[in-house]
Every structure is written in C-alpha cells, then in structure tokens.
C-alpha cells in the first residue's frame, strides 16, 4: 500500500491528540498537517497542547514543532493532503459545512463528529459490519460535483460496545433490544484533572446519547436504495445513557429477544458464532483491525474495564455474561474503548477500508 499524506483538522483536542498517537507510526498514512482553530494557528502543536495534553502516552516529538494551519483555510489544506481526519468541537450546521467545503475541494473526510451522520448519503461505517455502505460514495460524489471528495463517518462511541456483539445474531431474528451504556469521562472529552466533579459520582444524562444510541444503529442495518441510505425497521432499540467515573472505556448492559416464532439459538451457539465471527477488515487484513473482533469471556466478572479495554491495540469488543432473562429472551454484558474503538481507532480502520477499497485514489 502507498503512504497516503494525511491531515488531522482538530488536532488539539482529545480526539485530535488520540489521532496524533495512533498515526505516529501508521504503515499507510503520514501525518503532514495539524489543523485547528484560527486562536491556534501559526503556533506550534506543542506549543498549544502543553498543559492540556490528555493523554497518557507523551506527545510524540515528530509534532512538536508542526505549526499548526486555520482549519477555515480549506484551500490551504487541501492541497497538502490526500485526505484528513476531523474531529472539531463546533456547533453542527457549521462542521457540516466545514466537511462539505472540503470534500468539494477534492479532500475526502473521514469524519470522527455527528454532523453528517443522518445525511442520506454520507456512509456511517463501522468496518466489520457494513463495509458494504461506502459504495454509497459515488452518489455523494454526484450530489457534491466532486470526483475525489466525500464524507464518511464513524458512528457514536456507545455503539461499539453493543451493536457488534448483536449484528451477528440479527440474522437470527433479534428484533427488540435494551441497552444501558455506562460511558467514561473522556467520552465528553474530559479527564478527572478538568471534571473533578465527577470522582466518586454518576451522572444518568448524557445530552442527545440515547437518540443516537437509539437511531444510528438502524442506518448501520440499513440499505442502498435511490442513492441514499434507508434505515432498518425490522429492529427497534431502547436505551439509556449514564455517565461513570471511569477514564477510558463503555460498558453495556444489553437485554435481546427474537421474533416470535423463531428457533432461538442457545447460549452455546450464541457464543460461538460471536467467537468465529469476523467482518470485511479482518478480511482485508487492515492495518487496525483486531485478529478477533468479538471477545467472549466466560468468568462471571469479566469483561472489566481495565482488563480489556486496551485489547488488540484497543480494538476489539469484549463481551461476557451471556445468559437467559425473564423478560428478554437473553442479557449480556459488553465493553469497548471509546476513544480507541470507539472514536479515533474507529475512524483510522474506516479510512483503511477507504484506501484498501480504492476510494482514496
């Protein structure tokens, strides 16, 4: 594979600073530009993180002294990259015109934000499920007058720790679905150092989670239809959304049933199709991708957060706690990093997908 040049547009927030991590030493992509907001441009990233870097591996010495660029100056952008990561922290309307500047300047967008996730033919992709929805792109291209640009995004972080563990089963006949999220800190882009109030506290309201955790795995399941995307009916979800004193990592309680009149799978089978299942990224061996994307873990206290958060880079879902319910036909437990799976690794295995595929050329 060629080295793509690369730019992250938000560079200096905790997402931005997760992507500056994960392409340190990417096989593919080269970082070339940080961008961020007019206050930060002209400054050098370590200039305008020191202080205020979240992370806990050190900032790599490789951006130290990358001046960053105006994310405003589009132009400027584009033309030093094949196409950029995005994870800018500005109200909505406004990021949907940010991508749809870039990707009109032939820059595709590989977007880690909300703002494009409903629009009818932006692909919202988690790789190992709907791989398939970034043929969408050709539509979008159409509708943009673009022959290079797009925009495709990763869904919400919650996501990940229960909607792969259900996918494989859906076939099946899971059509009802009740998943509590218990989302860590950095999830709202903060650490305990800047929210101290939430050490030895929970806080059950995450603003606009549970439509999101409700509605966009319903576009995940949808299909092609007329160039545009057209969400799923044949499930429905419920959820709700807590906020925990974890640093990094979500959890779910998840409860499922299967129409009526279908032969349920039993737990053995239910566990063994989650420990051979695999998706297009395990296929095309990307560089991202986990071995085994679905952990199931049979002690009756896993998986937990500091065990298995950091499983295959980070990558992977954890799962555990599989067992018959007396409302629901079943309940289990799940777990994903949310910055990792969940945000930026998310992001970095679509782009992947996106290169392997041919849509970056």
């Known amino acids: 594979m060629k080295k793509y040049k690369v730019g992250i547009i938000g560079a200096t927030g905790m997402v931005g600073q997760r992507f500056t991590l ?9 970082v070339t530009v940080l961008a961020a907001s007019k206050r930060s441009a002209g400054k050098t990233y370590g200039e305008t993180v020191e202080g205020r870097w979240h992370m806990t591996a050190p900032l790599p010495e490789k951006y130290k002294d990358m ?61 190992e499920i709907n791989a398939d929805h970034i043929k969408i792109i050709e539509a979008q291209r159409e509708r943009l007058g673009t022959k290079r640009g797009f925009v495709a995004v990763k869904s919400n972080c919650s996501l990940q720790s229960y ?35 939430m050490v030895d506290n929970v806080i059950p309201y995450i603003g606009g989670e549970e439509e999101k955790s409700e509605q966009e795995p319903l576009k995940i399941w949808g299909k092609i239809e007329d160039d545009k995307i057209v969400k799923t009916d044949d499930i429905s979800i419920t959820s709700q959304c807590i906020r925990v004193p974890v640093s990094d990592g979500h959890t779910a309680a998840v409860f499922m049933s299967f129409k009526d009149g279908v032969k349920k799978p039993t737990v053995e089978e239910i566990i063994d199709i989650w420990s051979n299942y695999s998706g297009r990224a395990q296929e095309l061996n990307l ?16 998986p937990q957060i500091k065990s298995e958060r950091n499983l295959e880079n980070g990558m992977a879902v954890s799962v555990g706690r599989l067992r018959p319910d007396t409302q629901y036909d079943y309940k289990f437990v799940c777990m994903s990093h949310n910055t990792l799976r969940g945000a930026a690794g998310g992001a970095v295995l679509l782009a992947e997908l996106l290169c392997a595929e041919g849509y970056m050329d």
């Not at 100056?73 to 991508?99: G, H, P, T, Y």
């Not at 494989?168 to 709202?188: F, H, M, N, R, W």
Request: glycine share 2%.
């Open 22 to 30: 994960l392409l340190e030493n990417h096989p593919w992509f080269d």
């Open 67 to 127: 001046v960053i660029v105006d994310a405003e100056n589009v132009d400027e952008v584009a033309s030093q990259v094949d196409f950029c990561f995005c994870a800018v922290n500005m109200k909505k309307d406004e990021i949907r015109d940010l991508e749809d500047r870039y990707a009109k300047a032939e820059c595709p967008i590989v977007s880690n934000n909300s703002a494009h996730r409903f629009t009818d033919d932006v692909p919202m992709v988690i790789p």
């Open 163 to 197: 909607v792969p563990a259900i996918h494989p089963l859906k076939e099946l006949g899971v059509d009802k679905v009740l998943a509590c999220t218990y989302q860590a800190i950095s999830g709202a882009g903060k650490t305990f150092k800047t929210w101290p109030e």
């Open 287 to 302: 560089p991202s991708a986990p071995k085994h994307f679905l952990h199931y873990f049979t002690e009756p206290d896993r």
